[in-house]
Every structure is written in structure tokens, then in C-alpha cells.
């Protein structure tokens, strides 16, 4: 492909060249402009379903703590490609609870790993264990220009944690659904 | 100077071209292919599922209790029970789950032989310290009898942790019933009380 890429690029510009030297004998300089806009993308890739399940289980002798069990095996990878200007500040992914509400009594954590994978430039680093809510809450920083490379082992993997925050507050309540965005953001 | 004119657009362009794929490798599903280069943002989904239960459990190292009637030293004393093997303390432990508003409570009952005239109590401590959430209430001193009474209320959710020293202590005694002095029966009887662990509400 680089092969190819080169040569049709060696052909065009000979062509624009041979063009203007036989029409301005005198000039011999050739202006090249390109731009490159900033670009912002993300994706999460995972293998499975796509969803997180967690399980509150009694534990195994009288007394004992419920037991928080995640009962898929999942992995979750977070993609992203970047390119700033020259004078932006790095970019965070900032992790937020939407579209439902965590049960009572409980905390979720989520902890990306340091980046890894295919990608080049300045990718982000992992703020460690973070507390999720509402409101979005870095997990990662510092992504300056970078891509990680595209789908599972590519970028940071995604690591979440149900923790039991106020025992008195938890209530056999069912299922609760909810949905966990991500988004690339530029401070 | 012309040749490296051409050396430097080509490179110009190649550096485009890398740039332009390394947008596309970073992105699943497609967004790598994007003109406007502008989706910030992914999402998934997160279950979590609560189910209420309620377990129970004693913990002492010897849960075999005896109390022996010493004679009176005395005439006229009456008589009084002392343990003679056994843990002098038991401990409740339990872990529950409770739906919404709801609540548990402990109950307890006695079974096996007839011990007319004498009162077999158990002291309920309230709980220790070592478990977390709403544990309950626990009923003091209260005589044991073949109907169930309650010896702790108002469980939430929560846990007492397991083990000694955790949990309600119980201490049990037992005692002549002054007013069925007269049924009092020299034996031997066996009992053994029984712990429930039930909705309150």
C-alpha cells in the first residue's frame, strides 16, 4: 500500500511540476498546502454481549457479607484516535452514569489499565480507581495525538467494580439497567 | 533542486496518507471512516441484580449446654441452677437482605422434655460491632418457651459478621419458677432451643 501510495504521489506531483515548468521557465518553487483538522474519536469494543452483569449474593456462612459477583467474563477496550492542535490542551475520557441510576447503598468503580496495543503518539494514561457517577469523572489522561489501534487488546482495557457503600441502604430492588458513557473530551 | 522538490511533496503526501490511516485503525465499528472526524463519545450497558435472603446462624465453641441444681446449703434456700459444661456465651449471627422497607426479625423456641417449674432464659445482647448495615434489636432477658418469642427485631439489611464475639451474645440461665415451685420434678430433661430468622412485616 505504501509502495503504491508513493508512486501515485510521485506521478501526481511530477505531473503538476512538469506542468508549470514548461509554462514559467523562471520559476522553479512548488507551494504544497495541506491541512489536518483535528480529529476526536472513540469507541469501546468489547467481547460478548456488550453488557455488564453484577450479582448480589448471600455469602457462604451466616454473618458474612454479601458477596458482589460479576457474572460475565467480559472484555472491554477503549479505542481512540487523536490529533490536536498545535497549541490544544491534552484530552480526557471521562466515564458517567446515564440513562439509569445505581441501586442505593452501592458504588461503582471502573479502573482502566495503562495503554497497550498497536497504536503510536502520545496516548493516555490511567487515573487508577475511579468512583463513577452521574457525573463524568476522568479515567483517563493526558491523550495528546495518538491512536491505539483498533479493537480488543488495543488501548486500555476497562476493569469495573461493584462496591456495597452503605449496607442499611441496600434493598432487594430486582434488576437495575443502566448505561455507562465514555466520551474523549479536550481538557 | 527540482528532484528535491519532488523528494519533499512526496514525503508531504505519504505523511498525509499515514496520518489518514492511523484516524481509521484507532476506531471500531467504522468510526475510523468518518469525514467529520468527531465521535467522542461510546456507551454500554451495566446490570446489576439484588435479591432479598436472610441466614442465621450460632457460633461458640461448645453449643452443648448443661445446668446442674445445686442443694440448698441451707434449709429453707431454694434451689439454684449453676452451668456446668458449655460456652457460657453463644453468639447470633446473621446476614439478610431485606426488600424495601421491610424487616426481619429473630425468634426462638424450646423443644424436647418438660421442665415444669423451672424458667430456661436467654439474655440477647444488642449487636457488636464487626458487621455493617441495620442490624437489629436485641430483646434483653426472656424467659424460653415451646411458642416462639421474639429475641431481636427490626433487621434491615445487613450483617452481624460471623464467628465469637460477633452478633448478639446470648447467655443463658435457668432458673425455679417461684410461682410452680410446687411442680418442680427431680430428672433430667433435655431441651433445645431453635432459631428463626422471618419476615417481621
Same mark, same amino acid.
Given at each position: 500500500?505504501?509502495?503504491?501510495?508513493?508512486?501515485? &504521489?510521485?506521478?501526481?506531483?511530477?505531473?503538476?511540476?512538469?506542468? *508549470?515548468?514548461? &509554462?514559467?521557465?523562471?520559476?522553479?518553487?512548488?507551494?504544497?498546502?495541506?491541512?489536518?483538522?483535528?480529529?476526536?474519536?472513540?469507541?469501546?469494543?468489547?467481547?460478548?454481549?456488550?453488557?455488564? $452483569?453484577? $450479582?448480589?449474593?448471600?455469602? /457462604?456462612?451466616?454473618?458474612?457479607?454479601?458477596?458482589?459477583? *460479576?457474572?460475565?467474563?467480559?472484555?472491554?477496550?477503549?479505542?481512540?484516535?487523536?490529533?490536536?492542535?498545535? =497549541?490544544?490542551?491534552?484530552?480526557?475520557?471521562?466515564?458517567?452514569?446515564?440513562?439509569?441510576?445505581?441501586?442505593?447503598?452501592?458504588?461503582?468503580?471502573?479502573? @482502566?489499565?495503562?495503554?497497550?496495543?498497536?497504536?503510536?503518539?502520545?496516548?493516555?494514561?490511567?487515573? %487508577?480507581?475511579?468512583?463513577?457517577?452521574?457525573?463524568?469523572?476522568?479515567?483517563?489522561?493526558?491523550?495528546?495525538?495518538?491512536?491505539?489501534?483498533?479493537?480488543?487488546?488495543?488501548?486500555?482495557?476497562?476493569? =469495573? $467494580?461493584?462496591?456495597?457503600?452503605?449496607?442499611?441502604?441496600?434493598?432487594?430492588?430486582?434488576?437495575?439497567?443502566?448505561?455507562?458513557?465514555?466520551?474523549?473530551?479536550?481538557? | 533542486?527540482?528532484?528535491?522538490?519532488?523528494?519533499? +511533496? &512526496?514525503?508531504?503526501?505519504?505523511?498525509?496518507? !499515514?496520518?489518514?490511516?492511523?484516524?481509521?485503525?484507532?476506531?471500531?465499528?467504522?468510526?475510523?471512516?468518518?469525514?467529520?472526524?468527531?465521535?467522542?463519545?461510546? @456507551?454500554?450497558?451495566?446490570?446489576?441484580?439484588?435479591?432479598?435472603?436472610?441466614?442465621?446462624?450460632?457460633?461458640?465453641?461448645? *453449643? /452443648?449446654? @448443661? =445446668?446442674? +441444681?445445686?442443694?440448698?446449703?441451707?434449709?429453707?434456700?431454694?434451689?439454684? =441452677?449453676?452451668?456446668?459444661?458449655?460456652?457460657?456465651?453463644?453468639?447470633?449471627?446473621?446476614?439478610?437482605?431485606?426488600?424495601?422497607?421491610?424487616?426481619?426479625?429473630?425468634? /426462638?423456641?424450646?423443644?424436647?422434655? &418438660?421442665?415444669?417449674?423451672?424458667?430456661?432464659?436467654?439474655?440477647?445482647? !444488642?449487636? !457488636?460491632?464487626?458487621? @455493617?448495615?441495620?442490624? %437489629? #434489636?436485641?430483646?434483653?432477658?426472656?424467659?424460653?418457651?415451646? #411458642?416462639?418469642?421474639?429475641?431481636? #427485631?427490626?433487621?434491615?439489611?445487613?450483617?452481624?459478621? +460471623?464467628?465469637?464475639?460477633?452478633?448478639?451474645?446470648?447467655?443463658?440461665?435457668?432458673?425455679?419458677?417461684?410461682?410452680?415451685?410446687?411442680?418442680? /420434678?427431680?430428672?433430667?430433661?433435655?431441651?433445645?432451643?431453635?432459631?428463626?430468622?422471618?419476615?417481621?412485616?
Amino acid at each position: 500500500m505504501k509502495i503504491i501510495t508513493t508512486i501515485l &504521489a510521485t506521478l501526481l506531483m511530477s505531473l503538476v511540476l512538469c506542468q *508549470q515548468a514548461s &509554462a514559467q521557465l523562471d520559476e522553479e518553487t512548488v507551494h504544497i498546502g495541506f491541512s489536518l483538522p483535528e480529529v476526536a474519536l472513540m469507541d469501546v469494543e468489547y467481547i460478548g454481549n456488550g453488557t455488564i $452483569e453484577f $450479582e448480589l449474593s448471600p455469602s /457462604a456462612e451466616s454473618g458474612g457479607s454479601p458477596v458482589v459477583r *460479576q457474572l460475565t467474563s467480559q472484555e472491554f477496550w477503549i479505542n481512540y484516535s487523536s490529533a490536536l492542535g498545535k =497549541f490544544s490542551p491534552d484530552r480526557s475520557i471521562v466515564a458517567q452514569i446515564s440513562g439509569g441510576t445505581l441501586p442505593e447503598g452501592l458504588e461503582l468503580y471502573i479502573q @482502566a489499565t495503562d495503554y497497550s496495543g498497536n497504536g503510536e503518539g502520545k496516548t493516555g494514561a490511567s487515573v %487508577g480507581k475511579v468512583k463513577v457517577g452521574s457525573d463524568p469523572r476522568p479515567i483517563i489522561t493526558g491523550i495528546g495525538s495518538a491512536y491505539t489501534g483498533n479493537g480488543i487488546g488495543n488501548g486500555h482495557q476497562l476493569n =469495573f $467494580e461493584i462496591d456495597i457503600s452503605q449496607m442499611e441502604k441496600v434493598s432487594a430492588s430486582g434488576a437495575h439497567d443502566f448505561t455507562i458513557m465514555y466520551t474523549l473530551t479536550d481538557n | 533542486m527540482k528532484k528535491v522538490t519532488f523528494l519533499l +511533496a &512526496a514525503i508531504l503526501v505519504l505523511g498525509v496518507s !499515514s496520518i489518514a490511516k492511523a484516524q481509521n485503525n484507532g476506531n471500531g465499528n467504522g468510526n475510523g471512516n468518518s469525514p467529520a472526524q468527531e465521535d467522542p463519545t461510546a @456507551a454500554h450497558a451495566l446490570n446489576i441484580s439484588i435479591s432479598s435472603y436472610s441466614m442465621i446462624g450460632l457460633a461458640g465453641s461448645n *453449643q /452443648a449446654l @448443661a =445446668f446442674e +441444681a445445686s442443694a440448698a446449703e441451707v434449709a429453707g434456700d431454694k434451689v439454684v =441452677f449453676t452451668q456446668s459444661s458449655g460456652s457460657t456465651s453463644l453468639w447470633l449471627n446473621y446476614s439478610a437482605i431485606a426488600e424495601g422497607e421491610n424487616t426481619y426479625k429473630v425468634t /426462638a423456641k424450646v423443644t424436647g422434655d &418438660a421442665h415444669d417449674g423451672l424458667d430456661v432464659k436467654v439474655n440477647v445482647s !444488642s449487636a !457488636s460491632t464487626g458487621g @455493617a448495615g441495620e442490624t %437489629g #434489636t436485641g430483646a434483653g432477658e426472656i424467659i424460653l418457651t415451646s #411458642t416462639e418469642s421474639d429475641v431481636v #427485631t427490626g433487621i434491615g439489611s445487613c450483617y452481624t459478621g +460471623a464467628g465469637e464475639e460477633l452478633g448478639h451474645e446470648l447467655t443463658y440461665s435457668v432458673s425455679a419458677n417461684e410461682d410452680n415451685y410446687g411442680d418442680i /420434678a427431680a430428672s433430667s430433661p433435655s431441651l433445645i432451643v431453635t432459631y428463626t430468622i422471618t419476615d417481621e412485616n
